[in-house]
């Protein structure tokens, strides 16, 4: 069975860039309940921790230096198949393949600073969201 939980971040360049509102109406509009939220800034620990499945990547220290260099808005979704129905909202990481009318198509740059993390399985969601709420902090 599908979890109906997943896990985003607003990465730093859509702060940046005035898109923080658009992109959680985005979110919002496209049914997802957001059940936990939190701006805040990840410490590079934090962010290494985060991506340490890709930390013999070549792009590792850039992305980690990326997600660190501004606030980040972190939140749990909720929705029916949430990972997949996610997934597809983005589009593909590099914004030059991704769909027309998917966030990174719309917001994103470059394959690097590609303005929005969704989780990729239903396992990771759950400990992505455990990395950044405690319970009491979703509201479900
Ligand atoms: P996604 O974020 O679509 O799940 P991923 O898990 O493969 O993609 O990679 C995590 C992030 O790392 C991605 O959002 C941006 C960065 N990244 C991935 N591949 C990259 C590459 N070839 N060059 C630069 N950054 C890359
Ligand atoms: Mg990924």
New binding site residues.
Partial sequence: MNSNRTFTMLKPDSIEQGNMLPILNMIESSGFKIIALKYKRMSRDEAEKF?SI?SD?P?FN??VSFMTRGPIVAAALEKDNAVEAFRTLIGS?DPNDAEEGTIRKKFAKS??E?AV??S?SDENAEIEISFHFNTDEIFS
């Fill in positions: 991506y890709h990547k792009f850039d992305l990481t394959k690097g590609n993390h969704g990729d």
